[in-house]
Nanobody
Framework: EVRLMESGGGLVQPGGSLRLSCAAS????????MSWVRQPPGKGLEWISG????????TYLDSVKGRFTISRDNAKNTVILQLNSLKTEDTAMYYC??????RGQGTQVIVSA
């Protein structure tokens, strides 16, 4: 069974950091394009970052470029999103997503003073 389980969210002050993890089972993250998407309160889903197979080429939404870093740990079958210099507008439910659109249950990130 394919499963994606996100963790690491929480409440953080502006300027703070969080490390989100996506533990996968039922498939190998190394063989799929993996991404992170988020859904701010009252808004739609927004793609924020992706990592390709093979060369691990990464891409980012402009508003998170330089602050967020996506990576993949093939040994742990996990995809990581490091969030630095967080802003209030980063408040959202964050989801790990496989290339075919399958997502986990999400992890909540709240950035507030």
């Amino acid at each position: 069974e394919v499963r994606l389980m996100e963790s690491g969210g929480g409440l953080v002050q502006p300027g703070g950091s969080l490390r989100l993890s996506c533990a996968a089972s039922g498939f190998s993250v190394s063989q799929w394009y993996m991404s992170w998407v988020r859904q701010p309160p009252g808004k739609g889903l927004e793609w924020i970052s992706g990592i390709d197979t093979g060369d691990d080429y990464t891409t980012y939404l402009d508003s998170v470029k330089g602050r967020f870093t996506i990576s993949r740990d093939n040994a742990k079958n996990t995809v990581i999103l490091q969030l630095n210099s967080l802003k209030t507008e980063d408040t959202a439910m964050y989801y790990c997503q496989r290339g075919d659109g399958r997502r986990g249950q999400g992890t909540q990130v709240i950035v507030s003073a």
